[in-house]
T-cell receptor, first 112, second 114 residues
Framework: DQQVKQNSPSLSVQEGRISILNCDYTNSMFDYFLWYKKYPAEGPTFLISISSIKDKNEDGRFTVFLNKSAKHLSLHIVPSQPGDSAVYFC???????????FGSGTQLTVLP | GAGVSQSPSNKVTEKGKDVELRCDPI?????LYWYRQSLGQGLEFLIYFQGNSAPDKSGLPSDRFSAERTGGSVSTLTIQRTQQEDSAVYLC????????????FGEGSWLTVV
């Protein structure tokens, strides 16, 4: 039973446009959410996070939105750049947990 | 090195053989994690070490999997009697303490069981 789901395995976006990556979760105990980015042959790297007490967190071109009632979060990248092409993983954890629960990832391709 | 180092980067083994995967965390990091990613799947938590505390082994999929961390630094993940479903990328990560945004991942060890 996947507690964190990324239902879109891939997404293609034109350079300069907005990329929207979606993530759904089922565990209502999750209170901290993160996005990781992964290039081929590299380990995942942290991108941005959000606590459940917030509904939005912004860092430069990256914004994460959290809708607790819908158990849904999304990552917006604007404007998208070719260098953003990577696999994006959504992850979640609860206060007492030590491990992150990851989604299956979305391959983002930004076309020049 | 500056980052998390894993070896081997690639391993092909025959079904039924044992394999050992090594992780050298960032110096000074007290927390160490093992995850694996099977084809088309997300990162699956395996085990967590924090300082001298007993490890959290709740993610290990079977008793064929074990891990140890010697001297609070290097960790070895051992898979006994490998099966084809063990084929995956095994990722090690470390952090100063648990805080999702300061977890640093290694490049992973690709394991293929034939």
């Amino acid at each position: 039973d996947q507690q964190v789901k990324q239902n879109s395995p891939s997404l293609s976006v034109q350079e300069g446009r907005i990329s929207i990556l979606n993530c759904d979760y089922t565990n209502s105990m999750f209170d901290y959410f993160l996005w990781y980015k992964k290039y081929p042959a590299e380990g995942p790297t942290f991108l941005i996070s959000i606590s459940s007490i917030k509904d939005k967190n912004e860092d430069g071109r990256f914004t994460v939105f959290l809708n607790k009632s819908a158990k849904h979060l999304s990552l917006h990248i604007v404007p998208s750049q070719p260098g953003d092409s990577a696999v994006y993983f959504c992850a979640a954890t609860s206060g007492s947990a030590r491990q992150l629960t990851f989604g299956s990832g979305t391959q983002l391709t930004v076309l020049p | 090195g500056a980052g998390v180092s894993q070896s081997p980067s690639n391993k092909v083994t025959e079904k039924g053989k044992d394999v050992e995967l090594r992780c050298d965390p960032i110096s000074g990091h007290t927390a160490l994690y093992w995850y694996r990613q099977s084809l088309g799947q997300g990162l699956e938590f395996l085990i967590y070490f924090q300082g001298n505390s007993a490890p959290d082994k709740s993610g290990l999929p079977s008793d064929r999997f074990s891990a140890e961390r010697t001297g609070g630094s290097v960790s070895t993940l051992t898979i006994q009697r490998t099966q084809q479903e063990d084929s995956a990328v095994y990722l090690c990560a470390s952090s100063l303490l648990f805080s999702g945004n300061t977890i640093y991942f290694g490049e992973g060890s690709w394991l293929t069981v034939v």
